[in-house]
């Protein structure tokens, strides 16, 4: 359960302002057709946080307990730097609109989702905790709470959240997380 909740609100925190939702109200405002955008954000999402929460499991098969707590550890502090970095929406993110609502944005969300924040945060977190359906299974649920909102009510929340106050929390989650793995809090996991 605590890497279900530990990954959903991670996620959560960390995607609000990130790229792939500032695509979320690109892709709202442009198709103004909720429901197939929103189907489409948990499919990439699923397909490409299983892709990373595997990696994550792959990368901690590798390495021993200790070179491992030291990654993960180092890995934490990164994402808690990179989520104050405020996130630009690339133009080939939004050129895919000839393929219609929900394919344009299944391609765009998955192409945008690889490399990104939350995909690295995955990455971490499946090789944090023993549990990959934990790990993905709540980061999705951390995706799906920051786009949805994004995506329904966009043009009136955007302006009324503190961007900053939010990636400060967001990076001291990880900067606790990254912390707490440097001085052996997951001991018992094998971390």
């Given at each position: 359960m605590e890497a279900f909740l530990v990954s959903t609100g991670i996620v959560a925190l960390a995607?609000?302002?990130d790229k792939t939702q500032l695509l979320a109200f690109v892709?709202?405002?442009?198709?103004?057709r909720p429901l197939p955008i929103v189907a489409a954000i948990f499919v990439a999402t699923i397909a490409n946080h299983a892709f990373a929460a595997a990696i994550g499991a792959w990368i901690t098969s590798l390495m021993g307990p200790e070179?491992?707590?030291w990654v993960l550890g180092a890995s934490f502090l990164a994402m808690a730097a990179w989520t104050l970095v405020p996130d630009k929406l690339d133009d080939e993110d939004t050129e895919l609109a000839k393929y219609g609502v929900f394919l344009t944005?299944?391609?765009a969300f998955f192409l945008a989702e690889m490399?990104?924040?939350?995909?690295v945060a995955t990455v971490a977190l499946a090789a944090r905790y023993d549990s990959i359906v934990a790990v993905v299974c709540g980061t999705t649920l951390g995706m799906m709470l920051a786009n949805v909102p994004a995506v329904y009510f966009g043009d009136k929340i955007a302006n009324k959240i503190s961007l900053k106050l939010v990636h400060s929390i967001?990076?001291?989650i990880f900067a606790v997380l990254g912390v707490a793995t440097?001085?052996?809090a997951g001991a018992s996991l094998g971390v």
């Amino acid at each position: 359960m605590e890497a279900f909740l530990v990954s959903t609100g991670i996620v959560a925190l960390a995607e609000i302002g990130d790229k792939t939702q500032l695509l979320a109200f690109v892709l709202a405002a442009r198709f103004r057709r909720p429901l197939p955008i929103v189907a489409a954000i948990f499919v990439a999402t699923i397909a490409n946080h299983a892709f990373a929460a595997a990696i994550g499991a792959w990368i901690t098969s590798l390495m021993g307990p200790e070179i491992l707590r030291w990654v993960l550890g180092a890995s934490f502090l990164a994402m808690a730097a990179w989520t104050l970095v405020p996130d630009k929406l690339d133009d080939e993110d939004t050129e895919l609109a000839k393929y219609g609502v929900f394919l344009t944005t299944l391609i765009a969300f998955f192409l945008a989702e690889m490399g990104d924040k939350t995909q690295v945060a995955t990455v971490a977190l499946a090789a944090r905790y023993d549990s990959i359906v934990a790990v993905v299974c709540g980061t999705t649920l951390g995706m799906m709470l920051a786009n949805v909102p994004a995506v329904y009510f966009g043009d009136k929340i955007a302006n009324k959240i503190s961007l900053k106050l939010v990636h400060s929390i967001a990076a001291l989650i990880f900067a606790v997380l990254g912390v707490a793995t440097l001085l052996g809090a997951g001991a018992s996991l094998g971390v």
